[in-house]
């Protein structure tokens, strides 16, 4: 079984900039969601996709926008970088039964750590 | 938007049992609370999941009252390896995945 896999681990860029995370989802999982995690503090909930559609959002503007793609792979996009955008991004996949299910664990990967300068 | 409050942090020793707590309000009424560890530099990991009463698994008990306002994990006879930050996730009432603001966990020799 393969896990939750993110590239790159690591990414410095600058201000005003683009940037295109990546994250492969667990084998036979269907939905995948992101989360923004500054230093020291708990997850914050981006947004989710289920069968390719997003269905949940959290408190993030517009910037903040994602793909989820027929195999279950995922971006995360974010536009116009500011330097509060700088924090480890992280991906989960998960099984779920439908829209608007929420119960399944988590699968988490490593994270990708944003630096914006 | 549901608001969770958890201790910053426990110190244990080696051995004992660790009860943490989350409080929330406006949780979904139909949802899961859920348990997560992290250590540094790597992504949350599952601990465990309830409803409402108790569920324990092999590694943790939840306990989540009627009013599920609360929950708290329970670790039995904690080890070093214990050591990392704990966060409880709930679904809010309009449908937002929160996380708590996670307690960071020390086990001593």
């Known amino acids: 079984e393969t896990g939750v896999t993110q590239s790159p681990t690591h990414l410095i860029k600058t201000r005003g900039q683009q940037v295109t995370l990546r994250c492969s989802s667990q084998?036979?999982?269907?939905?995948v969601s992101w989360y923004q995690q500054a230093l020291g503090q708990g997850p914050q909930f981006i947004f989710q996709y289920y069968r390719e559609e997003e269905n949940g959002r959290g408190n993030f503007p517009p910037r903040f926008s994602g793909l989820q793609f027929p195999n279950y792979s995922s971006e995360l996009n974010v536009n116009a970088l500011e330097l509060d955008d700088s924090a480890l991004y992280l991906c989960a996949s998960s099984l779920v039964a439908g829209v608007g299910a929420y119960n399944s664990p988590l699968h988490f990967g490593n994270g990708t750590r944003l630096t914006v300068t | 938007l549901a608001k969770t409050t958890q201790p910053i942090s426990m110190d244990s020793y080696e051995g004992q049992e660790v009860n943490i707590t989350c409080s929330h309000n406006?949780?979904?009424?139909?949802?899961?609370i859920t348990w997560y560890q992290q250590f540094p530099s790597q992504g949350p990991r599952f601990i465990i999941q309830g409803y409402k009463t108790k569920v324990t698994n092999e590694v943790a008990s939840l306990f989540i009252p009627a009013d599920r306002k609360s929950s708290t994990l329970s670790l039995p006879r904690v080890s070093l390896s214990d050591t990392a930050v704990y966060y409880c996730?709930?679904?809010?009432?309009?449908?937002?995945?929160?996380f708590g603001s996670g307690t960071r966990l020390l086990v001593r020799p």
């Open positions: 084998s036979g999982h269907n939905t």
């Open positions: 406006n949780i979904a009424t139909n949802d899961y």
């Open positions: 996730l709930l679904l809010d009432s309009s449908y937002k995945l929160i």
